[in-house]
């Protein structure tokens, strides 16, 4: 065998080979997309002005911390609607005292002043709406996908749909519910001090202060009658989730039986939480998550090491899934189940039978009709299409891709594409031998001239394959994924790897009368 036809094939045993070990075990490097393995698919809204709102919130307790820090007194400082702010001075004669802090906060406009009065309103500029509104989805978008990273799921879909809206796709999943509480927990973390002053009883009468609000801590017992105890708790957030550090599930040693998730804060969170509970000794401190009270402990002490635990009659299931959720970081504004799909996985595995089916059945009739129609030149396509699946399969394994049902069609439209490759070739050859050529040149001429016409439709169809995985999702991305991969197999195979075949078979001959085709 000729030097250059030894390098050939040796590269092609090479692809074979490597092929095969990616290949190896299928059932762990090929991964099913929801719809052959089942799962849940979701779509969330995103209600990005609650985020809006809470963001002005902010930026009313920032004022008010900034006037206090002047030394200038006010009245009332509220947010009104989303994205307004009614201030209201103690002394209308510090008016242009309060116009110089307000003029930092440049995400607002004044409206509405009364100056005689001392009143004014800030609102926010639309600039700054549609910012905090993008954010929302952004940073939702990018706490789900840490929680479902966490959660174990394998080839999740988590992208971003129009301006508010945030599409999910968790193939495999066995319990829809629990991935479904996990991801649409808001995971607001909050640490509030009670409001000793006013008894419970006055609150329920509307007899509390506006710093203050009533929330709840809901107990279920062990015939699940949930029982909820009310708390007057002060408005103002000492400390929040943001500064978490790590959130770990632990056995709760006063409740055998349940579990507790311990939390530790970075250095600033662990300088405010010593300084909040040096500063209210004896007072009680809640733990709030999601404006549920878990639990509203004594502070007795200074507490240095920034640490604390949560409980709250807890499975280990639940305590892992709030330590999922409180170490991913809580969501900016809360998400609403638009739409709701669940793919069983008995469904999963009709479809996956089909669709091989599907491909098998293609596959016979082409095989039988290349090697009834082209004879020997027949069945060198059929094992030039036989490595074309199997390089396939392997690059999608490489890297990591996901079969779909869409991606089965992609394969089985590879099948149709790649038999079309050699007839271009086969064809051609036929027209040279009737011109009178010897088949050696008419081989040659036939592969040469084909060429051209193989990469122009080959590469067409691949740019629209990566277009479509560019704007497509879901089963678009995975159509898309087997075209693209198939059709650049397919030039491989049908150019390099059938010309290798002819030559193997003519090459070696003194001299050849006919070829079979």
């Known amino acids: 065998m000729p030097k250059h036809l030894r390098v050939r094939v040796a590269l092609v045993a090479v692809v074979v080979a490597v092929s095969i070990w990616y290949l190896y075990p299928p059932k762990k490097t090929i991964n099913l997309g929801l719809d052959l393995q089942g799962g849940i698919h979701l779509m969330l809204g995103v209600e990005a002005d609650k985020h809006v709102a809470s963001q002005t919130d902010r930026a009313a307790e920032d004022l008010k911390s900034a006037l206090e820090r002047k030394g200038i007194g006010v009245r009332r400082i509220a947010r009104e609607g989303d994205t307004t702010i009614q201030v209201e001075l103690a002394n209308p004669q510090s008016w242009n005292d309060v116009l110089t802090v307000v003029s930092e906060f440049s995400a607002f406009e004044r409206r509405e002043e009364d100056q005689a009065a001392g009143r004014f309103k800030l609102v926010a500029t639309q600039r700054r709406i549609n910012q905090l509104r993008d954010d929302a989805v952004r940073q939702g978008l990018e706490t789900i996908r840490n929680r479902v990273d966490q959660f174990g799921v394998a080839e999740p879909t988590i992208t971003r749909q129009g301006n508010d809206r945030i599409l999910i796709q968790l193939p495999g999943v066995q319990d829809p519910a629990r991935a479904k509480a996990l991801i649409g927990k808001t995971a607001l973390l909050e640490f ?97 998550l999601d404006g549920n009270v878990y639990s509203a402990p004594r502070m007795n002490e200074r507490i240095p090491g920034g640490r604390a635990v949560i409980t709250g009659q807890f499975t280990v299931d639940d305590a ?26 008995s469904l999963g595995a009709d479809s996956v039978r089909r669709g091989i089916t599907a491909i098998v059945a293609s596959a016979v009739v082409v ?70 050529k010897t088949p050696r040149s008419a081989i040659d001429a036939g592969f040469t001239r084909a060429f051209r016409t193989i990469i122009d439709t080959h590469l067409t169809v691949m740019v629209t394959a990566a277009i479509l995985y560019n704007f497509g999702t879901g089963p678009v991305k995975g159509f898309a994924v087997s075209l693209f991969v198939g059709l650049a197999a397919s030039l491989f195979t049908a150019h390099f790897f059938t010309r290798l075949l002819f030559d193997v078979v003519y090459q070696g001959r003194t001299k050849v009368q006919t070829i079979s085709i």
């Open 320 to 345: 892992r899934d709030l330590a999922i959720v409180l170490r991913a970081g809580a969501l900016p504004a809360p998400v609403v189940i638009l739409e709701e799909r669940t793919v069983g996985p």
């Open 367 to 436: 095989v039988l009709f290349m090697m009834v129609y082209y004879r020997l030149a027949g069945l060198i396509a059929d094992v030039a299409l036989t490595l074309n699946l199997l390089i396939l399969l392997a690059c999608m394994a490489a890297f990591g891709a996901t079969l779909t049902l869409p991606g089965i069609a992609g394969i089985a439209l590879t099948i149709g594409m790649a038999v079309d490759t050699n007839i271009l070739i086969f064809e051609r050859i036929r027209e040279e031998l009737r011109v009178g």
């Open 192 to 288: 509030k001090l009670l409001d000793e002053r006013t008894s419970v009883e006055q609150a329920l009468a509307g007899q509390k202060p506006e710093t203050s609000e009533i929330l709840y801590r809901r107990d279920v017992d062990k015939q699940k009658v949930e029982r909820k105890t009310p708390y007057v708790v002060q408005k103002r957030s000492l400390l929040s989730g943001a500064e978490l550090t790590r959130a770990e599930v632990q056995a709760d040693p006063n409740s055998p039986g349940n579990w507790q998730v311990a939390i530790e804060f970075t250095p600033t969170g662990t300088r405010i939480f010593g300084e909040v509970t040096e500063q209210n000794v004896g007072k009680h401190l809640a733990i709030i």
